[in-house]
């Protein structure tokens, strides 16, 4: 593993920075080693973090194959029914890397919402709202902000939903 250098916690810009600095929303960087299938659980433990502060960003896709986004706990998983039924679509499911990749503009595991290619629907389990503060991707593999929840709603017009199964 390489020496951290003082200035390497720099990070360059990713649409997502980009969009939060062009609306002066108060962030900090936290650049990580990416770790390939880790997840939310892997940066929050290197970064020290509580993984239910940790939010993840998860592309899904509605009956009609019309992409949503989903900001869920780092150490919960979304319960599709209950998802389903909130947002009044018949069934709810993950989109696959690919299609991930293509509807958000981002690498899977590097996925923010801010910044998308595509405007999404965006829902947010609602106690995440509660927080004072979260660690979200910031639009790369390794790199995720520190911001205000509020700012998801703010920003990208998140809906507050209740579907979060405990892992």
Do not use: W
Not at 50 to 55: A, G, L, Q, T, Y
Not at 83 to 110: D, F, M
Request: with cysteine; proline share 7%; charged share 20%.
């Amino acid at each position: 593993m390489a020496k951290k250098d003082p200035k390497a916690g720099h990070v360059s810009e990713t649409p997502a920075t980009q969009l939060l600095k062009a609306h002066r929303v108060d962030f900090t960087g936290h650049p990580y080693e990416y770790l390939e299938h880790g997840g939310a659980l892997h940066s929050a433990e290197v970064l020290g973090l509580d993984p239910f502060c940790v939010v993840k960003t998860l592309v899904m896709q509605d009956q009609d194959a019309k992409p949503l986004l989903m900001l869920m706990h780092g150490n919960r998983k979304v319960s599709t029914k209950n998802l389903a039924r909130q947002i009044g679509a018949k069934s709810v499911e993950p989109c696959t890397p690919e299609v991930a990749n293509r509807h958000s503009g981002y690498l899977v595991g590097g996925t923010s919402p801010f910044g998308t290619r595509r405007a999404m629907p965006v829902y947010i389990e609602e106690s995440i709202l509660a927080l004072p503060r979260i660690a979200i991707n910031g639009g790369r593999r390794g790199y995720l902000v520190q911001i205000d929840p509020q700012v998801c709603v703010q920003l990208l017009g998140a809906k507050p939903v209740a579907c979060a199964l405990a892992d």
